[in-house]
């Protein structure tokens, strides 16, 4: 069982920067490939950025170049740099950690943090 919890989240202007953070408790996080998703208002959730437990990442267009997620194995935390953030960014953004073993999918999410971009 692995517990996921989001923070970081706020109001910032058009251009500016934010961090998001998950701090997870559990076992074997090394093992889960941790990833942020976003759920703009009154639209599907989407995938912003994974990274797999050997750091190799993978983004969303509509992020690369201005978002950077990173993992910390020891402290078993993730973070979103978020940088040149647009109104579009905004959106409830959730951490979530997936493990397969076997025929075994381990999936779990955190509650989410909003963040809004506007002036």
């Known amino acids: 069982q692995v517990r996921l919890v989001e923070s970081g989240g706020g109001l910032v202007q058009p251009g500016g920067s934010l961090r998001l953070s998950c701090a997870a408790s559990g076992s074997m996080f090394s093992l889960y490939n941790m990833g942020w998703y976003r759920q703009p208002p009154g639209k599907e959730r989407e995938l912003v950025a994974i990274i797999s437990g050997d750091r190799s990442t993978s983004y969303a267009d509509s992020v690369k170049g201005r978002f950077t997620i990173s993992r910390d194995n020891a402290k078993k935390m993730v973070s979103l740099q978020m940088n040149s953030l647009k109104p579009e960014d905004t959106a409830v953004y959730y951490c979530?950690?997936?493990?397969?073993?076997?025929?075994?999918?381990?999936?779990?999410w955190g509650q989410g943090t909003q963040v809004t971009v506007s002036s």
């Open positions: 979530n950690a997936v493990r397969v073993s076997g025929t075994t999918k381990y999936d779990f």
